[in-house]
């Protein structure tokens, strides 16, 4: 896959249960917040593609903080993935974190949808 190559939501999903596989095998676990298309073509709002998937936030202790920087894990388990599936090195980024100290808009955490990727190993 090339830089050019888009995301669609069944590719996001296989992208993401391999970020959890990873993440499993070294014992880690992140909550995420995604934003931007790819969260948009996961919620089945759009049906056009992506090029990367943006995370806003990062679950941390029961509370929402800004994704920049991401976890070092996270950020391992998301290469390992760009190198199998021949993604961009940032294909998973933090790019739309500035959002989160503007402040994310009210209600935000009650609309989220979740997902688990990875939680079977």
Same mark, same amino acid.
């Given at each position: 896959m090339a830089d050019s190559t888009l995301i669609d939501a069944r590719m996001a999903d296989e992208l993401l249960s391999a970020v959890g596989e990873q993440l499993a095998l070294r014992g880690e676990r992140y909550t995420i917040a995604v934003v931007g298309g790819? #969260? +948009?073509?996961? !919620?089945? +709002? &759009?049906? =056009? #593609?992506? =090029?990367? &998937? @943006? &995370?806003?936030?990062? !679950?941390?202790?029961?509370? !929402?903080?800004?994704?920049?920087?991401?976890? #070092?894990? !996270?950020? @391992? #388990?998301?290469?390992v993935v760009a190198r199998d599936f021949g993604l961009p090195s940032r294909w998973l980024n933090a790019g739309p974190a500035s959002l989160f100290d503007l402040g994310l808009p009210d209600g935000f955490v009650g609309r989220v949808e979740q997902r688990s990727y990875g939680e079977s190993l």
């Open positions: 790819s #969260a +948009l073509i996961a !919620l089945g +709002l &759009v049906s =056009r #593609a992506t =090029r990367d &998937v @943006d &995370v806003v936030a990062v !679950l941390q202790d029961e509370e !929402l903080v800004s994704a920049e920087p991401l976890p #070092a894990g !996270l950020i @391992d #388990a998301a290469n």
